[in-house]
């Protein structure tokens, strides 16, 4: 199976992995007392003993929304993003909707991942 390292706003809701563990990304960015600089990625893992919280910290602010003790916070670079098969070009021509929905789904990614870099480029300017 083939993985990319790293996560980008656009890897919200998507499967990762660390190590042979597997989970879902459900948040990606900073988290409140920590290096206003380091991005993170809130992971649901599959294995509920992986985790230590349900995506809410120690002081009660929440993030995502998982099992108790399935859930916890990775940093960005430490994680491997599984692509989806929908986000692949397709292997053989598409009907007009099911393009339309490609098309659709790469603006959106091409969005998230301008957010992001802006706000990388907002947090080195601080």
Request: aromatic fraction near 6%; include cysteine.
């Amino acid at each position: 199976m083939s993985t990319t390292t790293g996560v980008s706003l656009s890897g919200i809701n998507s499967r990762c992995k660390r190590g042979p563990d597997m989970g879902t990304v459900l948040y990606v960015g900073p988290l409140e007392g920590r290096d206003p600089s380091e991005i993170w990625a809130g992971v649901c893992w599959d294995d509920p003993s992986r985790g230590k919280h349900n995506g809410t910290l120690k002081s009660g602010k929440k993030y995502f929304e998982c099992r108790d003790n399935a859930g916890s916070f990775v940093l960005l670079d430490k994680l491997e993003l599984i692509p989806s098969a929908a986000a692949a070009p397709p292997s053989k021509p598409a009907a007009p909707q099911q393009q339309q929905q490609y098309q659709q789904q790469q603006q959106q990614q091409q969005q998230q991942q301008q957010q992001q870099q802006q706000y990388q480029q907002q947090q080195q300017q601080q």
